[in-house]
């Protein structure tokens, strides 16, 4: 498809790279003075080019990495020919000012969640507001970012300041993909920790239960209970709840997520129609007219502020405002199912996931340590129980650590005493020796005097019974009887 032509003779020929161009006509690149390995690297690349471009292919990884090794005069007289793009220089570059990119990037995607357009406004407007909006985007460095970073921390707190600085990095990422900076300024930038547990509080049902009865209606009553006793996300899950999702018989209600949808299976899931749920959801349905489609009719205005309104209710109810006032229901929720159910089931139900849970929603509550408390208290009861249970055993059975053979040996020497003590009451003289153990001649009759001095006439040895052990012989050792 390619090949080589010296143009010039010498050490180092001047060469060019023929080949046939798309349009069927015979075309030429000059490389210049170079060694024949780079005229062949610079055939291999043209003809990958080539075939690139005949099947509207992208170029694979080794020969980008060749065109970007290129001088701008080589690439230039390559691109004239069609087989790459033009490689814009500093002059073709029009400045581009960080506010100007930020909003043709927000006007670009499709962001069909008015909530998701508002947060990206907010980041616009911090990064615009601290570095200008005549800045230069290519003129902000890492330095730039560390320190907007730390003048984001001092007046907000760490969550804020961690989802701000990812969007900013979301931003700069945007402007490196489209070659307008070579590098992300916040790529490196610390993100703080988004958990603040000091904003944690766990809503008891005692505290659920009075701010239900300074409900104003039931409606209001029942967004109180899907809060805290069906874990909803509120208001989105809350006013997209429908009655064709709710199952009677089932006891199961299907809940659609708008925070989730954009996930695959995240746009419903069902979950139980709890016992805690099931009065407030069926008062609002008796209230509800024939053919109405959604749940919550009320408070749909986009002016409706739920939150503003809870306050007021805790306050009638006679409670100090916990944090969060929406997500601590549902972690309260989440903390109180997880110790019932197992931690995967939970978050099917309540629609997240076990490392978000985890993080985000469990909490340890007074509950908790008053449980610990009593069950070391129990502990220590069965233990003080079981040692004394112990101790009188060992009173009661004092033996009872003695072996087995120390209690085998004691039974054979109280069997033998009785046979020790009548042999006692012989003479010495008149028994052979090795004979004057009772016990011993009972297991061994035939002794080893017995052996030396003779057997008896047929040849066997006297066992003489216990009973007969301390009568005295008729005969004198040394007689005939042993003759």
Known sequence: MASIVKLRTGKQPLRAIDFTGLDGRRKRVRIGKVTRDDALAAKRGIERLLISSLHGQDIDSETAKWLAGLSDEIHDRISRHG?????????????????????????????????????YVTTRNHLVGYFGTDRLIADIT????????????????????????????????????????????????????????????????????KVIEAC?????????????????????????????????????????SPKTEHHEGGESRVMPLFPELRPYLEAVFDEAEPGTKYVITRY?????????????????????????????????????????????????????STTVATKHYLQVTDDHFKRAAECAAESAAESAA????????????????????????????????????AASSCDKHEYPLGESNPCLRTENPMSWATRRRGRCQDQRPIIPETSQLCQRPSTPLGSSQFA
């Open 83 to 119: 087989l790459c793009e033009r490689r814009k220089r500093d002059e073709d570059i029009t400045p581009t000012t960080l506010a100007s990119f930020i909003d043709s990037y927000i006007v670009s995607r499709t962001i069909k969640k008015d909530n998701t357009r508002r947060n």
């Open 142 to 209: 890492p330095g730039d970012a560390d320190e907007f970073r730390h003048a984001l921390l001092r007046d907000h707190s760490d969550a804020t300041v961690s989802r701000e600085i990812k969007r900013a990095r979301q931003y700069f990422q945007a402007a490196v993909r489209k070659k307008i900076i070579t590098e992300n300024p916040f790529a490196d930038a610390p993100t703080p920790a988004q958990v603040n547990r000091s904003r944690e509080y766990f809503v008891s049902q005692d505290e659920i239960t």
């Open 216 to 256: 104003p209606d039931a409606q209001w009553r029942l967004i109180a209970a899907l809060s805290r006793y069906g874990g909803l996300r509120c208001p989105s899950e809350h006013l997209a709840l429908q009655w064709g999702g709710v199952d009677w018989e089932k006891n199961r209600v299907t809940v659609r």
């Open 300 to 352: 749909r205005q986009a002016n409706a502020n739920l939150r503003t309104q809870l306050l007021r209710i805790i306050g009638y109810a006679g409670l100090n405002p916990w944090t969060k006032l929406f997500q601590n229901m549902r972690a309260s929720r989440e903390t109180e199912l997880t110790e019932r159910f197992p931690i995967h089931v939970v978050c099917a139900w309540l629609g997240n």
């Open 386 to 421: 079981q040692a004394q249970q112990k101790a009188q055993q060992q009173d009661t059975a004092p033996n009872s650590k003695e072996s087995q053979d120390i209690k085998k040996a004691r039974e054979n020497r109280a069997e033998c005493v009785p046979v020790q003590q």
